[in-house]
Antibody, heavy 122, light 107 residues
Framework: EVQLVESGGGLVQPGGSLRLSCSAS????????MHWVRQTPGKGLEYVSAISRNGGTTYYADSVKGRFTISRDNSQNTVYVQMSSLRPEDTAVYYC???????????????WGQGTTVTVSS | DIQMTQSPSSLSASVGDRVTLTCRASQSISNNLNWYQQKPGKAPKLLIY???SLQNGVPSRFSGSGYGTDFTLSISSLQPEDFATYYC?????????FGQGTKLQIK
C-alpha cells in the first residue's frame, strides 16, 4: 500500500523555523517527484513546493519563496520542507503529496499524506 | 496565476440523485484538470485526472468532462459516502491552483 506519513508540525513563534518530514512507503520513492500542499479554512488548498525525483529541480510558490526549502533523501524514502521566517499566515495543515507521473514533474498529485498541523503564533 | 472557480459553493442532494459540479478556469488549461474528494478531517483523494480519466479504485458513478476553460464532475447516483467537499485543480501551469470547493450535503 502506498503511504505517506508527515511529521514535524507544531506550534512555533512568528519568525521561527520548523522542519517537516514525510516518510514514504509502498512505492519506488526515488522514481517520483514529490510535493507539499497546505490547507487553511480561509484560503483553502494552496500549493507550496515541488521537488523532482533526483532533487535537481525544485519549485516554490511565491508566498514561500526564499523562506522554505524542499529537499529529499532517496536513501531514506523521505522528503522534507525546511520552513524559516514563519508568519501567522503560514498556519495550516501541510500535506505531503506524490506526483502521479513516474520521472517528470506534472503537478498531478495522486496520493496524499494525512497532514501535519503547523501553527504560527506568539 | 490561473484562477479556478467552482460552482455551486454548496449543494444539497439526496441519495440516488445525479449531480453535476462545475469548475471554470480563468484561461484555457487544455485537459489538465483534476478532481479531488475530501471528507472532514481527511486528506484529499484523487478521483478524476486529465479531465475525464477515472483514478484506479474510484467507482464508475463518477465521471468528468470538459476542455479548455469549462469542466464538470458528475456523480450518477449519489451514495451516502459521496457527501464530501470536491475540489478541482489545474496542472497546466505553475503554480498549480485549486478551486475553492463545492460542499455536497445531504438534503
Amino acid at each position: 500500500e502506498v503511504q505517506l506519513v508527515e511529521s514535524g508540525g507544531g506550534l512555533v513563534q512568528p519568525g521561527g523555523s520548523l522542519r517537516l518530514s514525510c516518510s514514504a512507503s509502498g512505492f519506488t520513492f526515488s522514481s517520483y517527484p514529490m510535493h507539499w500542499v497546505r490547507q487553511t479554512p480561509g484560503k483553502g488548498l494552496e500549493y507550496v513546493s515541488a521537488i523532482s525525483r533526483n532533487g535537481g529541480t525544485t519549485y516554490y510558490a511565491d508566498s514561500v519563496k526564499g523562506r522554505f526549502t524542499i529537499s529529499r533523501d532517496n536513501s531514506q524514502n523521505t522528503v522534507y520542507v525546511q520552513m524559516s521566517s514563519l508568519r501567522p499566515e503560514d498556519t495550516a495543515v501541510y500535506y505531503c503529496v506524490k506526483d502521479q507521473s513516474i520521472h517528470d514533474l506534472t503537478y498531478l498529485m495522486d496520493v496524499w499524506g494525512q497532514g501535519t498541523t503547523v501553527t504560527v503564533s506568539s | 496565476d490561473i484562477q479556478m472557480t467552482q460552482s455551486p459553493s454548496s449543494l444539497s442532494a439526496s441519495v440516488g440523485d445525479r449531480v453535476t459540479l462545475t469548475c471554470r478556469a480563468s484561461q484555457s488549461i487544455s485537459n489538465n484538470l483534476n478532481w479531488y474528494q475530501q471528507k472532514p478531517g481527511k486528506a484529499p483523494k484523487l478521483l478524476i485526472y486529465v479531465a475525464s480519466s477515472l483514478q484506479n479504485g474510484v467507482p464508475s458513478r463518477f465521471s468528468g468532462s470538459g476542455y479548455g476553460t469549462d469542466f464538470t464532475l458528475s456523480i450518477s447516483s449519489l451514495q451516502p459516502e459521496d457527501f464530501a467537499t470536491y475540489y478541482c485543480q489545474q496542472s497546466y501551469s505553475t503554480p498549480p491552483t485549486f478551486g475553492q470547493g463545492t460542499k455536497l450535503q445531504i438534503k
